[in-house]
């Protein structure tokens, strides 16, 4: 069973820095492309960042230029930095997995608690 493990949230000021992590119980970047997603009361659910094996990376609008994703495969985790954060970044934010012939639509693992990022204006 692989488990994934969001941290790193916490409560920050408006322009302020985050790192969070997504810890993975196993392998989990073969054949599969990472995403960090987040969800804000009364919302759905989002994609804002992905990676891929290789390291290709893509952003929704509203973080390019302040959010970074990276990842660690001998660690098997991955990482969004969060720079000059916004009211409107705060949010639950989640990862998990989908392959490269299917969709960040379809998720390959369960959702955990992820991590509450609050953002003061």
């Known amino acids: 069973q692989v488990h994934l493990v969001e941290s790193g949230g916490g409560l920050v000021q408006a322009g302020g820095s985050l790192r969070l992590s997504c810890a993975a119980s196993?392998?989990?970047?073969?054949?599969?492309?990472m995403g960090w997603y987040r969800q804000a009361p009364g919302k759905q659910r989002e994609l804002v960042a992905s990676i891929t094996r290789t390291g290709s990376t893509n952003y929704v609008d509203s973080v390019k230029g302040r959010f970074t994703i990276s990842r660690d495969m001998a660690k098997n985790t991955v990482y969004l930095q969060m720079n000059s954060l916004k009211s409107e970044d705060t949010a639950v934010y989640s990862c998990?997995?989908?392959?490269?012939?299917?969709?960040?639509?379809?998720?390959?693992?369960?959702w955990g608690q992820g991590t509450q990022v609050t953002v003061s204006s």
């Open positions: 196993g392998n989990i970047f073969s054949g599969s492309v």
């Open positions: 998990n997995a989908w392959t490269t012939r299917s969709s960040p639509l379809w998720p390959l693992y369960s």
